[in-house]
């Protein structure tokens, strides 16, 4: 039983700084006619679901670029006490027929994660939405909203707000990101 207790009690402290909800995910649909070469270029992070591998970093930018592979070359940026952070990854969309549902990664070790676009109109915002189940009984979920420029119109927040809400994605979770005084 204490072998039990010490095991739940890691895995707590593990998810403490993500989004994990009781239940299974919840069912959500991608954009359907969904190009990826009109996505490319680069993306600020407006809002977030809190994310441990993201830590306390501000500015966050992510550009996308196509690869001779097909794959998505995608770099994250951020500042964190005063140093840029940077992460590299690949992502690509698995199933042709559902172009929106890419699949990402930031190390050679790690499997490749969800980064759903569930909206874009590739100009101004892009919903991204992110879930896992754990045994069916809770389930982790990560989301981002990103703008073109650093600010984000509030019809467009309240677009994808509404749009997140009518999955059953709690909006509650966001937080506003920091892209104040980013060079």
Request: proline share 3%; hydrophobic share 35%; glycine share 6%.
């Amino acid at each position: 039983m204490l072998l039990h207790v010490a095991t739940f009690s890691c895995f707590l402290a593990a998810v403490r700084t993500q989004v994990f909800s009781l239940g299974k995910c919840p069912t959500v649909k991608t954009q359907e006619s969904f190009d990826i070469n009109k996505y490319l270029g680069d993306w600020y992070e407006i809002y977030k679901f809190e994310a441990s591998f993201e830590g306390k970093q501000r500015c966050i930018r992510a550009n996308y670029q196509a690869k001779p592979d097909g794959h998505i070359r995608v770099q994250n940026t951020g500042i964190e006490d005063g140093k840029t952070i940077t992460a590299v990854g690949d992502g690509f969309a698995p199933d042709k027929d559902f172009p929106a549902k890419l699949q990402v990664k930031f190390s050679e070790k790690a499997p490749y994660g969800k980064y759903w676009v569930l909206d874009t109109d590739y100009d101004n915002y892009t919903l991204i939405y992110s879930c896992t189940d754990l045994a069916g009984v809770s389930h982790i979920e990560f989301a981002w909203i990103l703008s073109r420029k650093r600010t984000l119109d509030e019809q467009y927040k309240t677009k994808l707000y509404d749009l997140a809400t009518s999955f059953g994605i709690k909006t509650s979770n966001f937080q506003t990101e920091d892209q104040t005084g980013c060079s």
